[in-house]
T-cell receptor
């Protein structure tokens, strides 16, 4: 089944404790991105990657890192999480930057206390 | 800068009645417009898109959307609402980097 998977689905952590949210897709997509969803703000892009070893900042990159060492994986790293990073995070992928449909993962709900 | 606006936080409709979820856009050049739906505890699912061509676009689950260039709108519609259509709906426009720029979302509540 074609899908985007994220782990973990739920995470409660404390300020400053490094964490990684994994994202993997099995559709051989070139383009992957991370969004965060906050009430009243919709979804905002954090980082995106057009291909392996090619990443770039989205609208809200501060406090986040990403890497794209393999085509299928695009982990999101929070080196020192803070409470304002409490949010719902979605990974998405598409065949290429120009593709019209993006496929979204199920989401990761992160709480930083 | 490109943007979309969803003026209604919530839309309530009775089952069997037609529904409309509003979206207006602001873009330079030709817009690539999308509707996504989010069910509770799920990721976003693609409903439909407008790229070019016919102003009435048909999508999944019986939804359609009407592109209106003069009013810069892309409203989502369905002739007969179902209780199972209750969800959060997002309008989005795609920019040149492939990024989707989302509206703030409209919660659709369909009452039996």
């Amino acid at each position: 089944e074609a899908q985007v998977t994220q782990n973990p689905r739920y995470l409660i952590t404390v300020t400053g404790k490094k964490l990684t949210v994994t994202c993997s897709q099995n559709m051989n997509h070139e383009y992957m991105s991370w969004y965060r969803q906050d009430p009243g703000l919709g979804l905002r892009q954090i980082y995106y990657s057009m291909n392996v070893e090619v990443t770039d900042k989205g609208d809200v990159p501060e406090g986040y890192k990403v890497s794209r060492k393999e085509k299928r994986n695009f982990p999101l790293i929070l080196e020192s999480p803070s409470p304002n990073q409490t949010s719902l995070y979605f990974c998405a992928s598409s065949l290429s930057r120009g593709s019209y449909e993006q496929y979204f993962g199920p989401g990761t709900r992160l709480t930083v206390t | 800068a490109q943007s979309v606006a969803q003026p209604e936080d919530q839309v309530n409709v009775a089952e069997g009645n037609p529904l409309t979820v509003k979206c207006t856009y602001s873009v330079s050049g030709n817009p690539y417009l999308f509707w996504y739906v989010q069910y509770p505890n799920r990721g976003l699912q693609f409903l439909l898109k407008y790229i070019t061509g016919d102003n009435l676009v048909k999508g999944s689950y019986g939804f359609e959307a009407e592109f209106n260039k003069s009013q810069t709108s892309f409203h989502l519609k369905k002739p007969s609402a179902l209780v199972s259509d209750s969800a959060l709906y997002f309008c989005a426009v795609r920019d040149i980097t492939g990024k989707l720029i989302f509206g703030t979302g409209t919660r659709l509540q369909v009452f039996p």
